[in-house]
């Protein structure tokens, strides 16, 4: 039997974890999200378990709308800090583990996020990455002189053209530029010091960035990939992918697909891992599984629940919450409401079994289950090419990683699936990732 | 005898310290500005002798220009790190130094400012400030998708709407606004959250953050305040200025003229502090101090020395360096170089030594001597209502801060004109400055 396959994990730390009444957990501390203490905790937490990376979705405003009216104050998808900063600080407080913090291409300027990014990558001696989103809400859009977001097509467009002008000032300084020779009083050697000059549709950008070549020779790249043209900024750029399909059928597609792209770029198909985002709910038996889950879905309040269904289904506060879910009547309402009424039917569910599922990881794919279940889990979606590795969207922070650490992390280790020890000081390197090589370099 | 009065420090940390040859100084690190290590020594060092706060200046962009050719591969003014991410990591491994890091309001957005010093506040606690910054160079519009930069009164203008819109963000959560009420699953009072909805004539901006308000109530705002607007935005809102003024009488005109600029903003005298920048070389005997600057001086390579005079005078490199200062021919160069015309007439110096004066500390006030002679004239600022502290531009760095706390700290404390303990654990407590009131408390 050859050996099995390595996964790699991470980490999302966003909010008090995903679950929507994490707050109310008698064991979480509702102020957790604001205090860097918590977070130190979870990075050097997930770094003695020997975890690839941390990770921090962001959305630059409050996206959580008050509908229906009083959903909004149950919710702890309002009180955060911001991600560059929290892992910047981490980065002084940690020394193996990957930082991946988020930053929108729509509305910031590639110049910021190439210096700032870099400035990570030395301050953690290796261990930035960048996730790169183009954002989507209206939210998001007000707080940046517009009325309405850009057009799906006209994001992805200066997305791919942001990337390629970051790419291009990590290129600023090749490795062997600084010269440091005192005795002559030469600084640097002119010649391997380049000004970018781009001039594209979006961005005119002269460079160079005032920041050395950095240790992993750039940030590693992450990228959500989810349609058309972000999976081809993810095949030509990204090292790691954080998908999002729920069964193993369409993650099988979607790995092939995504891998099928790699080589017109002229890439291994190792060359990017894909990690899909799962959030867990681990007991010794089922049974106590099931009432972790339980405890925290009694906890979320219908109002906050509906909340979870009213973007796609309107306010569905009238009917009996222990009902049926209601075929909406609003036309345009029941086209988006099409994939939540499938999956009622499906499974039959009640109003509050459906919000409940989708409050349960933040609409991510859950599991439920014994250390064995779930490992058996993640095996067979490793073994059967859907995934290289696992994104952990715990439902409660700091408990829920404590948990996996100590009942999921030993069955998988005992199969073989996941390291004891770092492979080395970077995340490229834990990644099994080469370095990129600068475009400029002889 | 009255009591002396309190003097506030600051530590500049950019780049190597602030003379020309600082890389070449025996002693220092040609590599230091890009490592970590070198930042945290200089922080924890900054911090064990009670100074009220490190501060990083910055541009966005390579201001360096190679002229004369030749000139470029010698200046140590073009490798660094970024100052938010560096202050962040920072703020991980201090507890009492306050962080003050430069944004310019020309390249950026107002609420990723907000949300990130917000942030940052909250990561050390109570020790963030910002220093606003307009940035002034063709090198930075470059960078960010323009031929040249904004005119004065644009950047100015803009400048002033982009503060008020930050200081609005900032108030976006009362500070009672959070319940965390686990009982009624109430995680905040939502008639304590507050929607900015600004639009003015160069920001349309929503809100709110997603970031309960800050320890310090809002992070410390500092300025340069150097030109008429921006003396206007110092009076309305800076906490700390960082004044420019070489001698004492120009900084009396400044102080008196800033301070008596608050009165019609409802503000008190004190709560604004004005510490002129300097460049300290200190010795035990006057001999010493002057061999300090001698040393470094003779390290600047005639070609980076010409550098500096470069903008205003043009290419003096076919004149003796031992000579005079020649008069330009080219009427426009005669008006942009009448003060270092003035200056070498004045003090009758050679293009040697008119070059090594602004060299020695990147164009700003240089101070030679003993520790009294620096104290005395330090004194005889503060108490002739020129300065209430002081931004200590080293050097060289880590050297001349290990100097100044060996040499002029203890007879500063034997003046009794600094503390020996920290006030408070926030840099606005140490500053001596009152709590702002959040705009919508009751």
């Keep these: ?131 790169i989103v183009t954002s989507w809400s209206d939210a998001e859009a007000r707080n940046f002189n517009r009325d309405k977001h850009m057009d799906y097509d006209e994001r992805y467009e200066r997305a791919t053209e942001f990337v390629e002008v970051v790419k291009g000032l990590w290129d600023s300084w090749e490795e062997d530029a600084p010269l440091f020779d005192k005795a002559s009083g030469i600084f640097f050697d002119q010649s391997k010091l380049h000004w970018l000059n781009h001039e594209g549709k979006h961005f005119k950008v002269q460079g160079p960035l ?50 099928g792209r790699l080589a017109k770029y002229g890439r291994e198909r190792d060359s990017l891992k894909i990690m899909p985002g799962v959030t867990l709910f681990v007991g010794r038996t089922r049974a106590e599984a099931q009432e972790k889950y339980d405890l925290l879905n009694a906890l979320v309040e219908p109002e906050l629940g509906l909340s979870y269904l009213y973007a796609q289904m309107g306010d569905l506060s009238a009917y009996p919450l222990d009902g049926p879910v209601p075929e909406p009547t609003n036309p345009m ?23 409940s599922t989708i409050a349960a990881g933040f609409g991510g794919r859950v599991l439920i289950g014994t250390p064995k279940d779930i490992v058996d889990d993640m095996q067979a979606w490793v073994e059967g090419d859907a995934a290289d590795g696992f994104n952990l969207c715990p439902p409660v922070l700091p408990l829920a990683l404590d948990e996996f650490i100590e009942l999921v992390l030993p069955e998988l280790r005992a199969r073989g699936m996941f390291r004891t020890e770092y492979a080395g000081p970077t995340l490229r390197e834990n990644l099994g990732l080469v370095p990129p090589r600068n475009r400029y370099a002889g």
Tied chains: 1, 2.
């Design 333 to 355: 309402v029941r086209s988006l409401a099409k994939g939540l009424l499938a999956m009622s039917r499906r499974d039959n569910l009640t109003i509050r079994q459906l919000y």
């Design 210 to 259: 005032t920041i050395k070549r950095t240790p992993q020779g750039r940030p590693i790249l992450v990228q959500a990939g989810a349609a058309e043209q972000g999976l081809e900024i993810a095949a030509r750029s990204a090292d790691v992918v954080y998908a999002a399909p729920h069964d193993l059928g369409s993650a099988q597609v979607y790995y092939a697909n995504l891998k």
């Design 1 to 131: 039997m050859s050996s099995p396959k390595q996964i790699a994990l991470g980490l999302s730390m966003r909010y008090l974890g995903y679950h929507a009444a994490a707050w109310r957990h008698p064991l979480a501390n509702p102020d957790a999200a604001s205090r860097f203490d918590h977070y130190r905790y979870l990075a050097q937490t997930a770094e003695a378990a020997k975890l690839d990376m941390v990770f921090l979705a962001d959305g630059i405003g409050l996206r959580t709308k008050d509908e229906p009216a009083g959903a909004l104050r149950r919710s702890h998808q309002t009180l955060e800090l911001e991600p560059l900063t929290l892992l910047s600080a981490l980065a002084a407080v940690t020394s193996r583990i990957g930082l991946v913090a988020t930053a929108s291409t729509t509305y910031n300027e590639p110049f910021h996020i190439a210096r700032k990014w870099a400035s990570l990558d030395h301050l953690s001696r290796g261990r930035a990455g960048w996730n």
